[in-house]
């Protein structure tokens, strides 16, 4: 027997995929492991304000109870964001925190799996995971490179942070034949800091010509998402080098503290907020809203494109 999916999609989100409008995905994990308690609650409930602002419905995504959420209530954001027990779901934890009615925040990799499953293809969030250093040895390598070649969706980001290991990052993301388009700039963004050293494959500088080249690729018959790379805005940018000291410390006390698998990038990321001082929480803040408006920019653009817009449904 197949059992019905308990995916539950909050009012307003249904409503608009039902006529046509545009929705952005946005993840949890970035809520209960990736920022620390009372701004991780700010933060969901402002980027929330800003797409609608921006006149797209935001659906942030998490699994309650075993329903996976599309569109959460403040009740779930709170909780997602102060409880000490949530799991941090990626592809390979979702039907176990399903079928064991456990809660859980998505990563990219799962909120990707969950937004296509409800019909949105535009999502928003601050970076994505990647090759970690010393993935020779280790292997760790995230979930979210394989979901973006499998996923139609498109995931906003500020690239990746600097922690990671960005050239190897590029090159998996190549291998797998992942578009990756930074907006706006030739070079591909380091999160905290504007530019990475490195090269973007590919680079469009207008939401509408982004919204062309989605279009495009699911005409192709195109299955895997697309990386859009959005430099984090001038002002709230992080100088690199004064980044890489922190970084390289930080990625060596993980090391010798044995700290592997999923727990990786959180503790880091942890570790990175207090050795800035808290500094870096407020770049990631901005970036993160910048991207929920490029997101539903594009969410708008993207649904102009369709054959039937501008029709309402009673035509
Ligand atoms: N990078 C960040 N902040 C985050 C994450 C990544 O700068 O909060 C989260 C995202 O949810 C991402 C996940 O999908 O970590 C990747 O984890 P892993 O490397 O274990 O796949
Ligand atoms: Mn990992």
């Known amino acids: ?42 933060v969901a409930r402002r980027v929330e304000a800003i797409v609608r602002d921006c006149g797209a419905v935001p659906a942030t995504i998490a699994v309650m109870d075993g329903a996976i959420r599309v569109g959460l209530d403040d009740a779930a954001l709170e909780h997602l964001a102060t409880a000490g027990d949530v799991m941090k779901l990626s592809r390979a934890d979702l039907p176990y925190a399903v079928a064991m009615q456990r809660t859980g925040a998505t990563t990219v990799a799962a909120t990707m799996i969950c937004a296509h499953l409800a019909g949105i293809d535009v999502f928003a969030t601050g970076g994505i995971g990647g090759v970690h250093r010393g993935a020779e040895s280790s292997f760790d390598i995230s979930a979210d490179l394989h979901e973006l070649a499998r996923t139609p969706v498109a995931v906003v980001c500020a690239g990746a942070k600097a922690l990671l ?46 919204a062309d080249f989605i279009v495009t690729a699911r005409a192709l018959g195109m299955t895997s998402g ?21 970084i ?7 090391h010798r ?14 570790r990175l907020f207090r050795l800035t001082d808290g500094a870096s929480l407020d770049a990631n803040v901005a970036l993160v809203e910048n991207n929920a ?14 054959p039937d817009a501008g029709r309402s449904r009673a035509d």
């Open 293 to 306: 408006r490029l997101a539903a920019r594009l969410a708008l653009a993207i649904r102009a494109r369709r």
């Open 257 to 270: 503290e044995g700290v592997t698998g999923k727990a990786v990038t959180p503790w880091l990321l942890d």
């Open 165 to 210: 290991d960005l050239p190897k990052t590029l090159e998996v993301l190549e291998t797998l034949g992942v578009p990756v388009v930074t907006y706006g700039s030739d070079i591909f963004p380091a999160f905290w800091s504007r530019e990475s050293g490195l090269r973007s494959p590919l680079r469009i500088d207008e939401p509408d010509a982004l």
């Open 248 to 254: 390289d410390l930080a990625v060596s006390q993980a």
């Open 226 to 246: 697309t990386l859009v790379a959005q430099p984090i805005p001038a002002e709230y940018e992080i100088d690199a080098a004064s980044m890489r000291m922190r």
């Open 1 to 42: 027997m197949t059992p019905v999916l308990p995916v539950i999609v909050r009012d307003d989100v249904r409503d608009a995929l039902a006529r046509g409008g545009a929705v952005v995905a946005l993840e949890t994990t970035i809520l209960s492991h990736g920022m620390p308690y009372p701004r991780n609650l700010a």
